[in-house]
T-cell receptor
Framework: AQSVTQLGSHVSVSEGALVLLRCNYS??????LFWYVQYPNQGLQLLLK??????LVKGINGFEAEFKKSETSFHLTKPSAHMSDAAEYFC???????????FGTGTRLQVFP | NAGVMQNPRHLVRRRGQEARLRCSPMKGHSHVYWYRQLPEEGLKFMVYLQKENIIDESGMPKERFSAEFPKEGPSILRIQQVVRGDSAAYFC????????????FGSGTRLTVV
């Protein structure tokens, strides 16, 4: 069965600092991987996705993630945090054999001035 | 092009009542997914539907919960005889047939059982 683990339910950074949100996956077949962002009282918005093309994926709002098969990881990064990045971030996994996404438990990002 | 529309945004039900949650997918999207989000937890998959068909209901509780996506009209998630533990945010997502893993989410329905 597929799963994702998000290390750290809360991450705090200063405005302008590097953002690093961790995601490790488990999948018996080549995975598709996703990062979503959720602002308070809203639905989830797709940040970026990996579907077996380039291992470094660039998304919206300056975020990017790198697929590392040897580490079974898909960590999300942003060089410089902005106050508007404060939200909850979810990693998700799927594969070619299924049409459903399996989500992690989320990481809440706080950005301090 | 309207996004995924969920209504109501907030729903309060007394224990034992029925809750009906509606989801209208984006135009051109034929796949609908329902997820439940509990506080401090991620989104848990409930059910995946296409028009008039339930494709995967492996995440649905065996009792009291049902879902449909009729030929005409929105998808409905129905919870009968609600209990306090059903209080959660319920999200619907839709995707097009050509790119079924690219979900668009609705804003959710927050169900409170009192």
């Amino acid at each position: 069965a597929q799963s994702v683990t998000q290390l750290g339910s809360h991450v705090s950074v200063s405005e302008g600092a590097l953002v690093l949100l961790r995601c490790n996956y488990s999948s018996s077949v080549p995975p598709y991987l996703f990062w979503y962002v959720q602002y308070p009282n809203q639905g989830l918005q797709l940040l970026l996705k990996y579907t077996s093309a380039a291992t470094l994926v660039k998304g919206i709002n300056g975020f990017e993630a790198e697929f590392k098969k040897s580490e079974t990881s898909f960590h999300l990064t942003k060089p410089s945090a902005h106050m508007s990045d404060a939200a909850e971030y979810f990693c998700a996994v799927s594969d070619i054999n299924t049409d459903k996404l399996i989500f992690g438990t989320g990481t809440r990002l706080q950005v301090f001035p | 092009n309207a996004g995924v529309m969920q209504n109501p945004r907030h729903l309060v039900r007394r224990r034992g009542q029925e809750a009906r949650l509606r989801c209208s997918p984006m135009k051109g999207h034929s796949h609908v997914y329902w997820y439940r989000q509990l506080p401090e937890e991620g989104l848990k998959f409930m059910v995946y539907l296409q028009k008039e068909n339930i494709i995967d209901e492996s995440g649905m509780p065996k009792e009291r919960f049902s879902a449909e996506f009729p030929k005409e009209g929105p998808s409905i998630l129905r919870i009968q005889q609600v209990v306090r533990g059903d209080s959660a945010a319920y999200f619907c997502a839709s995707s097009p047939p050509a790119d079924s893993l690219t979900y668009t989410f609705g804003s959710g329905t927050r169900l409170t059982v009192v």
